[in-house]
C-alpha cells in the first residue's frame, strides 16, 4: 500500500491496537471473556471475571510443584491476574487499550489442557456455535451482493476517514471545539458581555479572542480534512476486478459489496475483508503482508478452504455458497466464521480471511469473497484514536489555575461588596448623580421608571457579572493556545535534531503525541524492554552444541574458511547475508568418520533448515550483493522471510553449512544439501506457542521414513527428552552445561530433538491431526493434543547459541541515565540468565553490585525471598514507622561493609525516603513466574519497597501485560514519572502505560511505533532525548506556564486597583481594543519564541553533566513555591504600575485615555522587559519577537489613536511629547522589576543552582575559548 | 572525604577555573546595571525635582466660600478647576463620539441614554451624561483693579478642536429637559469652537482631577494679590464634591508634584547603594564562576548513587 493512502497514512489513525473488551463474539483463545456475550452487562463481566480469578489462584497452588507446567500457565493466566489487580486503580477505558498484547501473545496460545481451560472452552464452545446460528451472525451469498444485502444493513466499500463535509463543517466543527472547556469560558463570558447591563466591553470586540481563537482551529481543522478527503478519495477510486455476471470486471473500490467475489493480483492491496477462495498455488496457499495492519513486515499465510479451491481458476469462479460470520469487530487476530457450500458445512478461521490493507505477495492472483467492506472493516474500525496523554506540568497548572479562579472570584467579590457598601451609602444621591442615575427624569413615557437600575443586590450581582467580564483574562485561557503552539515549535526542533537520525535505517525522530513534551523533563523511572530495543534484534548465529560438543568458539567467514569453500563452490545461488562457519563442526559434518556424530549433526542442521516457518524467496542475482560470485555465472539470490528473526538466523546458519532450505510449500520442502536437492514432505506442522515453547514438524523423506523434527526452549524441551541410557545422560548433561554458557554470554539458545516415528504412531496422530486441524471448534488445544503424542520421547541432537547484538552506544546511554537519577528497568521476555549477561553487557549490572534473584515458584516462596531480601538489605519501607529500625540496620550493614560506608554518610537532602537506604547498590532479578504471584498477592507493597530501593531492576520472563503491570506498580504508588521504550508489539501495553511511551522503530514492525508518544530510531537517543529535549522542554514550559500567569495577573490586577478607585464602577481606563489585544498580540509572541527557542544551558554541557536533569524531576522549573513567589512578584509589580502613574499625575488634567495609554503601553513593557530579564539565550529572532512586541504595541497604539470617532483621538500623540510621560514609564519598568532582578541576583550569587552554575561554566568556557582564538589571532 | 571519582570525573575535563578570571563577568555585570540605574536616576529626579519646586500653584477652595488671597508668579498662569470626589467615572462611556465628529451622525444617540433624545424625539446634541454635566462655574481675575484677561483660546487638544470635534455639528436640543445638568451651550457656535466643551469631554482618569480653564498670560508679579469673581453655578454640593480654583505655572514636568523626582531620587539612591553592595561582596565573599565544586552533587557527595 503506498503511503498516500488513508488508511495508516493519517497521523491520528493508530495500529491496529485490538480492543479485547469489545469484541461481541467469544473466542476460543479469550479466557475470561467467554463467558461475556455481547449483551452482558458489565456487572456480569465483573462476576465472570472474579470467579476465575479466584479459580486461577486455587489452581496455582495445586500446582506449585510443576514447574513447567506453572510457566506455561504464566501467560495463560496472567491476563485474568492483571484485570483484578489493576481493576480497582483503573478506569476500564485503559484497560482496553491492554488487549492488544493479549491477543498478540495468546492468539496462537491458549490454555493448555488444564482444569480452568477446560472448563472455559466448554463454554466457548457453546457460545461459538451460539453465535453463529444466531440471528446474530451475518450472512453472506457467495457472488450475490444483492440477495447478501437486500436489507441494505452492510457498508459498501466506500471509506470515509475524513471527519466532515462541506455542508456539515462548521456545525460539527464548531461542536467539536466547544468541548473544549476554555472555549465554553470564553463563550461564557463573550454571552454575559452581550447582556445590556454588563456591556463592559464593545460587544463586538469581546468577541474577538473567540472568533479569532475559533477560526484558527477551524482552518487547521479544515485543512488537514480535506487531505484526508483527497487521500479517501485516492483509497476509493483504486480499482479491482470483480466478478459481474461470470467475468471478472474492473470495478473502482467503493462499489465493491459484501458478497462480491474479488480476485486481486501480486502486489496488490486487498480492497476489504475478504474470505480467500482459491488461489494460484493449488493447495491454496497465499502469502499476505500485514505491513500496514500490524506493522509486521513478514509474510503470512493463508489458506482457502480445500473444499473450494478445487471450484475456483484463474479464470472462472462458479460459486455459490453462504458464509456465515459474526458481527465486524476490531480483532484483527480472530474471525469466526463457517460456511456452506455444495451442501458441506466447515468453518473459517482467521487464517483463511484477508484482510483491507495487506498485500498480496508471492502468489499470483487470489479470489475471494468480501465479508466485511468499507468502514466495517477490521482496519478501518482499528483506526481510533489512542488515548492521549496530559502533561503532568498540565495537571499541576490546572491546579493553579484553580488558585488564579479563586483569586477572580474574591477579586470579583470585593467589586461586588464595594459597590453594594456604595450603593447604600449614596442612595439618596443617586438620581441626581451627574454620572449615576437610577431612573429617567426626563418627563415623558418613561418618566419615573427605573434606568439602568435594578435594586441593590441585583446592581452588585451585575458588578460581580461585570467583573468577571473585565478580569477575565485572569483565567489565562490563551496559555492552552500557547502551549500548544510551543509544544509544536519543539517538536519541529526535536524532529529536526539530526543527532536523533538514525543514518542506518533513514529514520527520524518522530513526535506522535504533542502533549508531553515536557513530560520528558521529569522522567525517573525508565522501562526497557530488551530485544530490539537495547539490542539490535539482528540475530547472529554464533554457537552450536551438537552431540555434546561444543562449537562456534572461533568463527571464520565462510569464505576463508577452507573447509567451506569446496561446498560453497557447488553452490549456485547465494545467501542474501553472509555469516561465518567454524571449520572444526564444518569438518564434523563432512569428514568426520565416527558415524553417530555426523548422523546427528546432519539431523541438527536438517532440523534446523526445516522445522520452522521460514520462507525462502528466491530472486535473481542482479543486484549488487548478491552477485560477488561472478565466475559461477547464474546466480541465485535466497532471501528468507520469516516470521521470528531467531528462525531467519537459524536457517542461514544450516545454509551456510551445506543445508539450504530451498522451497516450502504447504505440503514439501526442498532442502538442497551440498549441492543434492532433497524433497521432503512435510505431513504437519505444529506451530510455535507460548504455551508449549517449541514446534515442530512432522516430515517424511524419500524413503519413507518418518520422523518429528522439534526446537523448543531448553524449559520445554528438557521434560520431553527422552531417558535414556549413561551416555545420553551425559550428553545431557554437556548441552545444559552449554547452554547455560551460551545464555551466560547473552546468546539466546534454543535446543534440537527428533525421533522417528512407527507406522502406528504416525497413524494415531495423523487422524488426530486430521481431526485436530478441521474441528470446527477448539482446535487450538486439540492440535496442541496432538503434538503432545509426538513431541515426547525425543533424542537430543543439540543446542544453538543465537547472538542478539547490543545496540550502539546503549551502555554508554545507559550510564548517562543512570547518573541523571533515572531508574533503568529492564523488562524482558528472556531467560534470567540471558538477562543478567545482558545487563552486564550494557553496563546496567556490574560486578560489585549485590544481585538479589527472586524467582519462586509458589507464593509463600516468593514471599519469603522478598521478606528476606527486604531484612538483609534493611530496605526502608513506604510507611514512616518503620524508619528507626532500618536506620539501625543500615548502620549495622556499614559497618560490615566498610568499603562502601563513605558513599552512605551524606542522607539525600532532596526527595528523602526515596533513595535507597542501603550501602550496596542492589541488583533485582525477578522472574515473570514470581512477578504472577507477587502481582496478584498482598506482596505488591513488598516489591515495590524492594524494587525502589534496587539501583536496578530486571524482570525476565515477563508476559506483555506483566510489563504493564510493573509500570502501573511504579505509577500508582509514587508521583514518579516513568517512560517505557520498546520496538515490538509486546511492549504496546506498556508504552501505553507509561507516562510517556518511546516506540523504537526496529525490526519487529511498527505496531509499537503506533502506540508511541515518540519514536525514534536507537536506543541511545533516549540519552540526548531526555537529557537534552527533556531538560529544555521542560524549563521552557514551566517557565512559561509561570510567565504567562504572572502576564495576565498584572494586567488584571493593574485593571483591579483602578476599579477600587472608580466607585466599583467596572470601568476600564483602557480601551476595549488594549484589553483584548493585550493578550492575543501585544505580549504573546515572545512567550511562543521564547518557549521554542530559550536554552537555559547548551546540549554539550547537558550531555556532559547527566546530572543536571535532577532538576526535572525535582521540579525545580514549576512548583507551588515558584507560583507563589511569581504571585507576589506581580502583586508588587501591579502596585507600581497602577500607583506610579497615580501618583506623578495626581492633582493634573489627565483624561482617562491618556491615563490607559499610559498604563497599556507600561504594562506591555514591563511584561517584555520581565521576560527579557528571564531569557537566557538571545537570538536574533528573540530580539525581534520581545521589542517588535513593544513597537507593535506603539504601532497599534498610534493607528487606534488617529481614528476621530474614538474617543481616545491623538492621545498618544499627546503624550509623547511629554517628558513626563517617557520618565514615569522608565520609573515603572526599573521600579517594578528592581526586587525581582535584585532577588534574582543575590540567590545567583549566595545559592547559586546546578544550572546557574554550569551556565556559568558554559560562560568562563565560551569566553575561554574566544580569549584564546584572539590570541591566536594575533600573534 | 569527598568522593567525587564516580561523577566528578568529568568535571576535570572542564577548562580549569582560575579564579582571576572567572569571577568577574557576573559580579560586574549586576555592579553595573545598578551603578547606571542609580547614575540615570539621580539627575533625571533631581531635574524633576527642581523643575516641580519652580511651579507655583496657588489652590483655593472656593465652594465652601472661602476664599484667601493668592501669590502669583511671574509666568504665565494657567487657570485650573479642580473637582474633588467626583463621583467617579461612572459610565463615563455615556457619550456618541460619531456624533460629535459628524454632521451626517447627528441622529446617531446610541449610548448616550438617558440624555439621548428630547420628549419631541429629537436627537440632542451633543448627546449623553457626560455633555450634559459640562462644567458651567466662571471666573473672573482682577488684579489692582484692573481685570486680568483670561485667554480661553487653545486650552483644548489641537487635534480635538481640529478632527474630533466637527466644525460643522452645532449644539442642539442641549439642556431642554427638566433637569440641568450643567452648563448650555451656544447653538451659534460648532462644537470645534466650543473648547470648555471639548475640554470637558475629555473625561478625567481620577476621581481628583482638574481641568484647564483658561490662561493668563500677563505676567504676574509676586506677592501681588488677585481679586476673583466666581460665579459659583455647578452644583457640587449635591454629591459632596469639592471645587477649587488653581493658579499656577507650568513647566516641563508639567503641574506641581515632586513625587516623580523624589522617586527617582529614591530609587537612584538605592540602585548606588546595591551596587556598593554588590561590590564589597565581591571583595569580601567572591564566588568562583562556573566553579564545578558547587554543584549541588559534589557539594553532597552520595545524593545520587
Known amino acids: 500500500m503506498s503511503s498516500d493512502q488513508p488508511l495508516l497514512s493519517e497521523p491520528d489513525l493508530v495500529p491496529p491496537v ?308 459474526e458481527q465486524p469487530n476490531r480483532n484483527i487476530y480472530e474471525f469466526t466464521a463457517n460456511m456452506e457450500f455444495n451442501g458441506i458445512k466447515f468453518s473459517l478461521s482467521q487464517s483463511n480471511i484477508v484482510l483491507r490493507g495487506c498485500q498480496l505477495k508471492n502468489t499470483d492472483w487470489i479470489i475471494g469473497v468480501v465479508v466485511y467492506a468499507g468502514q466495517e472493516t477490521k482496519a478501518m474500525l482499528n483506526s481510533a484514536a489512542s488515548p492521549s496523554k496530559r502533561s503532568r506540568l498540565e495537571g499541576y497548572m490546572n491546579r493553579e489555575t484553580l488558585w488564579l479562579s479563586i483569586f477572580l472570584f474574591i477579586m470579583c467579590l470585593v467589586v461586588a461588596l464595594g459597590m453594594c457598601l456604595w450603593l447604600v451609602r449614596h442612595k439618596n444621591q443617586l438620581d441626581t448623580l451627574p454620572y449615576y442615575r437610577k431612573r429617567y427624569i426626563n418627563k415623558g413615557p418613561e418618566y419615573g421608571k427605573k434606568y439602568k437600575y435594578y435594586g441593590i443586590p441585583m446592581e452588585a450581582f451585575f458588578s460581580f457579572l461585570s467583573s468577571v467580564i473585565v478580569f477575565q483574562i485572569m483565567i489565562p485561557i490563551s496559555l492552552y493556545i500557547t502551549m500548544e503552539l510551543v509544544r509544536l515549535g519543539q517538536s519541529y526542533f526535536m524532529i529536526e535534531d539530526m543527532h536523533m537520525y538514525d543514518a542506518s535505517s533513514g529514520s527520524r525522530f518522530q513526535c506522535r503525541s504533542l502533549n508531553i513534551n515536557e513530560d520528558l523533563g521529569q522522567i525517573r523511572y525508565v522501562f526497557s524492554d530488551k530485544t530490539g530495543t537495547l539490542t539490535e534484534n539482528k540475530m547472529e548465529f554464533r554457537r552450536a552444541s551438537v552431540h555434546g560438543d561444543n562449537y562456534g568458539s572461533s568463527l571464520l567467514a565462510a569464505d576463508d574458511s577452507s573447509a567451506a569453500t569446496d561446498v560453497i563452490l557447488k553452490r549456485r545461488w547465494k545467501l542474501k547475508s553472509e555469516i561465518s562457519v567454524d571449520p572444526k563442526l564444518m569438518s564434523v559434518l563432512h569428514k568426520n568418520p565416527n558415524r553417530d556424530e555426523r548422523v546427528v549433526a546432519h539431523e541438527f542442521f536438517l532440523t534446523l533448515a526445516a522445522c520452522n516457518t521460514v520462507i525462502p524467496i528466491l530472486t535473481d542475482g542482479e543486484f549488487s550483493g548478491c552477485g560477488t560470485s561472478e565466475s559461477t555465472g547464474y546466480v541465485e539470490c535466497i532471501d528468507y522471510q520469516g516470521e521470528s528473526p531467531d528462525e531467519q538466523a537459524l536457517v542461514s546458519a ?222 526502608r519501607s513506604s510507611s514512616r514507622g518503620h524508619q528507626n529500625l532500618n536506620n539501625k540496620t543500615n548502620a549495622d550493614h556499614g559497618n560490615i561493609d566498610i568499603s562502601n560506608s563513605s558513599k552512605s554518610m551524606s542522607l539525600p537532602k532532596w526527595n528523602p525516603g526515596k533513595e535507597e537506604g542501603t550501602t550496596t547498590p542492589l541488583a533485582l532479578i525477578i522472574d515473570g513466574n514470581s512477578l504472577v504471584y507477587i502481582l496478584e498477592k498482598e506482596l505488591e507493597s513488598e516489591l515495590f519497597d524492594l524494587a525502589t530501593s534496587c539501583k536496578v531492576v530486571l524482570c525476565c520472563r515477563v508476559a506483555p501485560l506483566q510489563k504493564a503491570g510493573i509500570v502501573d506498580l511504579i505509577k500508582s504508588r509514587t508521583d514518579d514519572m516513568t517512560l517505557a521504550i520498546g520496538d515490538g508489539a509486546n511492549d504496546v501495553s506498556m508504552i501505553q502505560m507509561a507516562d510517556v511511551g518511546v516506540g523504537i522503530c526496529g525490526q519487529e514492525g511498527r505496531q509499537a511505533v503506533m502506540a508511541s508518544d515518540f519514536a525514534m530510531g536507537q536506543f541511545r537517543f533516549l540519552k540526548r532525548l531526555l537529557l537534552v529535549h527533556g531538560h529544555w522542554n521542560y524549563h521552557r514550559v514551566g517557565y512559561l506556564v509561570l510567565y504567562n500567569f504572572y502576564r495576565n495577573a498584572v494586567f488584571v490586577l493593574m485593571l483591579f486597583w483602578y476599579i477600587l478607585c472608580t466607585a466599583f464602577s467596572t470601568t476600564s481606563a483602557l480601551t476595549d481594543w488594549s484589553s483584548v489585544f493585550y493578550s492575543v498580540l501585544y505580549t504573546s509572541v515572545p512567550t511562543i519564541f521564547v518557549g521554542i527557542l530559550d536554552k537555559d544551558l547548551s546540549h554539550k554541557t547537558l550531555l556532559q553533566y547527566p546530572k543536571l536533569y535532577s532538576t526535572g524531576y525535582r521540579q525545580e522549573a514549576y512548583n507551588m513555591q515558584l507560583f507563589w513567589i511569581t504571585m507576589i512578584d506581580t502583586v508588587w509589580q501591579s502596585l507600581v504600575l497602577f500607583y506610579a502613574p497615580l501618583f506623578t499625575y495626581k492633582d493634573s488634567s489627565i483624561d482617562i485615555w491618556s491615563m490607559g495609554s499610559l498604563w497599556t503601553i507600561a504594562v506591555v513593557i514591563l511584561v517584555n522587559a520581565h521576560l527579557a530579564m528571564d531569557i537566557n539565550r538571545w537570538l536574533l529572532i528573540t530580539h525581534y519577537a520581545v521589542w517588535g512586541s513593544i513597537i507593535t504595541t506603539y504601532g497599534c497604539m498610534v493607528i487606534l489613536d488617529s481614528i476621530p470617532v474614538f474617543p481616545n483621538f491623538w492621545t498618544i500623540y499627546h503624550l509623547a511629547k511629554s517628558p513626563t510621560y517617557w520618565i514615569t514609564i522608565l520609573l515603572i519598568i526599573v521600579v517594578a522589576l528592581l526586587p525581582r532582578f535584585t532577588c534574582k541576583v543575590v540567590w545567583q550569587i549566595f545559592w547559586p543552582s546546578d544550572i546557574q552554575i554550569a551556565r556559568e561554566a558554559e560562560l568562563m568556557r565560551r569566553r575561554h575559548d574566544r580569549l584564546q582564538s584572539r590570541h591566536q589571532g594575533s600573534s | 572525604m569527598m568522593d567525587m571519582s564516580p561523577v566528578g570525573g568529568k568535571e576535570g575535563q572542564s577548562p580549569p577555573n582560575s579564579k582571576k578570571t572567572s569571577k568577574k563577568p557576573k559580579c560586574m555585570y549586576v555592579i553595573s546595571t545598578f551603578t547606571v540605574i542609580g547614575i540615570i536616576f539621580i539627575p533625571v529626579g533631581l531635574a524633576s525635582l527642581f523643575s516641580s519646586e519652580k511651579v507655583e500653584e496657588a489652590v483655593f477652595r472656593y465652594d465652601d466660600t472661602c476664599l484667601p488671597s493668592s501669590n502669583a508668579d511671574n509666568a504665565v498662569a494657567y487657570i485650573k478647576s479642580a473637582t ?148 459659583n453655578n455647578y452644583n457640587t454640593y449635591e454629591f459632596g464634591g469639592k471645587k477649587n480654583l488653581v493658579l499656577s505655572t507650568t513647566t516641563w514636568i508639567g503641574g506641581k508634584n515632586p513625587f516623580l523626582g523624589m522617586a527617582y531620587l529614591v530609587v537612584g539612591g538605592l540602585s548606588l547603594f546595591c551596587a556598593i553592595g554588590f561590590i564589597l561582596l565581591y571583595v569580601i565573599k567572591p564566588r568562583p564562576l562556573g566553579d564545578p565544586s558547587y554543584l549541588s552533587w559534589n557539594r553532597n557527595p552520595g545524593i545520587l548513587k
Open chain 1, 18 to 325: 485490538i480492543h479485547h473488551r469489545h469484541r461481541k463474539s467469544g473466542s476460543r483463545t479469550s479466557f475470561f471473556e467467554v463467558a461475556a456475550d455481547s449483551s452482558t452487562t458489565d456487572h456480569h463481566r465483573e462476576v465472570v471475571l472474579a470467579k476465575d480469578c479466584s479459580f486461577h489462584s486455587a489452581f496455582c497452588n495445586n500446582n506449585n510443584n510443576s514447574g513447567i507446567s506453572s510457566s506455561s500457565l504464566t501467560e495463560a493466566q496472567n491476563p485474568d491476574s492483571e484485570f483484578r489487580l489493576e481493576c480497582p486503580t483503573r478506569e476500564r477505558g485503559l484497560l482496553r487499550s491492554w488487549g492488544a498484547m493479549e491477543l498478540h501473545e495468546i492468539s496462537t496460545a491458549s490454555a493448555v489442557t488444564t482444569a480452568p481451560s477446560r472448563r472455559i472452552h466448554h463454554k466457548s464452545v457453546q457460545f461459538d456455535e451460539q453465535i453463529l446460528h444466531d440471528d446474530n451472525a451475518r450472512l453472506i451469498y457467495i457472488n450475490d451482493p444483492k440477495k447478501t444485502n437486500d436489507k441494505y444493513e452492510f457498508t459498501g466499500n466506500e471509506i470515509r476517514t475524513s471527519r466532515y463535509t462541506f455542508i456539515t463543517f462548521l456545525p460539527k466543527n464548531l461542536f467539536i471545539q466547544f468541548h473544549r472547556v476554555a472555549y465554553l469560558y470564553f463563550l461564557a463570558i463573550a454571552a454575559l458581555n452581550q447582556l445590556p447591563p454588563l456591556a463592559v466591553f464593545g460587544r463586538t470586540v469581546s468577541l474577538f479572542p473567540l472568533l479569532f481563537v475559533l477560526c484558527v482551529t477551524a482552518i487547521k481543522d479544515g485543512y488537514e480534512d480535506w487531505r484526508r478527503h483527497r487521500s479517501d478519495n485516492n483509497e476509493n477510486n483504486r480499482e479491482s476486478l470483480v466478478l459481474q455476471s461470470s467475468d471478472f470486471r474492473s470495478k473502482v473500490w467503493k462499489k465493491i459489496q459484501a458478497g462480491e467475489v474479488v480476485k486481486i493480483f501480486a502486489d496488490e492491496t486487498i480492497p476489504a475483508d475478504m474470505v480467500l477462495l482459491g488461489t494460484s498455488d493449488p493447495s491454496g496457499l497465499a502469502y499476505i503482508q500485514t505491513m500496514n495492519l500490524d506493522g509486521e513486515s513478514n509474510l503470512k499465510t493463508r489458506y482457502a478452504k480445500q473444499e473450494t479451491t478445487s471450484a475456483v481458476s484463474s479464470e472462472v469462479c462458479d460459486i455459490a455458497g453462504i458464509i456465515r460470520c
Open chain 1, 654 to 875: 544450516a545454509s551456510a553449512y551445506g543445508y539450504t532450505l530451498f522451497e516450502r510449500t504447504s505440503g514439501h520442502i526442498v532442502i538442497d544439501i551440498n549441492g543434492e536437492k532433497l524433497r521432503l514432505d512435510v505431513l504437519g506442522l505444529h506451530e510455535f506457542d507460548s504455551v508449549r515453547k517449541r514446534m515442530s514438524v512432522v516430515i517424511r523423506f524419500p524413503d519413507n521414513a518418518v520422523k518429528v523434527l522439534v526446537k523448543g526452549a531448553d524449559t520445554s524441551m528438557f521434560s520431553i527428552l527422552a531417558n535414556g541410557s549413561e551416555s545420553h545422560n551425559s550428553l545431557l548433561h554437556a548441552t545444559q552445561s552449554h547452554l547455560t554458557e551460551y545464555s551466560s554470554q547473552g546468546l539466546r539458545t534454543l535446543v534440537v530433538a527428533s525421533r522417528s516415528l512407527s507406522d502406528a504412531e504416525l497413524e494415531e496422530w495423523q487422524s488426530r491431526y486430521g481431526e485436530a486441524s478441521t474441528a470446527l471448534t477448539d482446535r487450538a488445544s486439540k492440535l496442541r493434543q496432538a503434538a503432545a503424542l509426538i513431541e515426547c520421547n525425543l533424542n537430543l541432537l543439540g543446542a544453538t547459541g543465537i547472538e542478539d547484538k547490543l545496540q550502539e552506544g546503549v551502555p554508554e546511554a545507559i550510564e548517562s541515565l543512570r547518573q541523571a537519577g533515572i531508574k533503568v528497568w529492564v523488562l524482558t521476555g528472556d531467560k534470567q540468565e540471558t538477562a543478567i549477561s545482558i545487563g552486564l553487557s550494557c553496563k546496567l549490572l556490574s560486578a560489585d553490585m549485590q544481585q538479589i534473584v527472586i524467582n519462586g515458584t509458589s507464593e509463600e516462596e516468593c514471599g519469603n525471598l522478598l521478606g528476606d531480601a527486604i531484612a538483609k538489605y534493611g530496605v
Open chain 2, 84 to 231: 474633588t470626589n467626583k463621583t467617579c467615572t461612572h459610565k463615563w462611556t455615556s457619550r456618541n463620539d460619531k456624533q460629535l465628529w459628524n454632521k451626517a451622525s447627528e441622529g446617531d444617540t446610541s449610548n448616550c441614554n438617558p440624555e439621548d433624545k428630547t420628549k419631541g424625539n429629537a436627537p440632542i446634541v451633543p448627546c449623553g451624561l457626560i455633555a450634559w454635566s459640562l462644567f458651567n462655574d466662571t471666573y473672573k481675575f482682577s488684579m489692582n483693579n484692573k481685570d486680568l484677561t483670561v485667554n480661553k483660546k487653545n486650552i483644548a487638544w489641537s487635534s480635538d478642536r481640529g478632527s474630533k470635534f466637527g466644525p460643522d455639528v452645532y449644539p442642539k436640543n442641549f439642556q431642554s429637559g427638566e433637569l440641568i445638568g450643567g452648563g448650555k451651550l451656544d447653538e451659534s457656535i460648532p462644537l470645534s469652537e466650543q473648547e470648555d466643551l471639548i475640554v470637558w469631554m475629555r473625561t478625567a482618569a481620577l476621581p481628583t482631577f482638574r481641568k484647564l480653564y483658561g490662561k493668563i498670560e500677563a505676567d504676574l508679579e509676586a506677592n501681588s494679590e488677585i481679586d476673583i469673581v466666581i460665579q
